[in-house]
């Protein structure tokens, strides 16, 4: 093994540390886009039987309870739903690309100092 002389300074330190806790967030983003996504597609699921329906009144779960709703009100509740959702999935995107940025900045910095003395991939 190839020993480094290559002093760590306390900058060092901090974008190393800087890297970690932006690849965590990374890593908590990926779930919450996937949940975010699973979260539409069944909305969009759940829109769809609803149109299938002939029923006037369906049930409708709010929280751990089931109600008798008026069909076009959970339609309505279904889209205000989606949006909302859809919004959210928008801003973890963006959210995402800006840690990507800063990881992206980061390893420039780490790589060009500590070439092959540091990996900042993930198997």
């Given amino acids: 093994a190839e020993k480094s002389d290559t002093v760590v300074t306390w900058e060092d330190q901090q974008n190393i540390n800087k890297f970690s806790k932006l690849n ?3 890593h908590e983003l990926e779930d919450e886009i ?3 996504k699973e979260t539409n597609d069944n909305l969009e ?3 769809n039987e609803l149109i299938l329906t002939d029923e006037d009144i369906v049930r409708f779960q709010i929280g751990e309870v089931f109600a008798h709703v008026p069909r076009e009100e959970v339609e ?3 889209e205000e739903m ?3 959702n ?3 999935l928008e801003k973890l995107e963006k959210e995402k690309e800006t840690v990507l940025a800063q990881m992206n ?3 420039k ?3 060009g100092k500590f070439r092959d003395s540091i990996n900042l991939e993930e198997d």
Wanted: aromatic share 12%; proline share 0%; net charge positive.
């Fill in 82 to 84: 989606k949006e909302v």
């Fill in 86 to 88: 859809s919004k959210t």
């Fill in 76 to 78: 309505i509740r279904i």
């Fill in 24 to 26: 965590n967030r990374f």
């Fill in 45 to 47: 699921d759940a829109g």
């Fill in 34 to 36: 996937k949940f975010a």
């Fill in 105 to 107: 900045e980061l390893k």
């Fill in 109 to 111: 910095i780490l790589y």
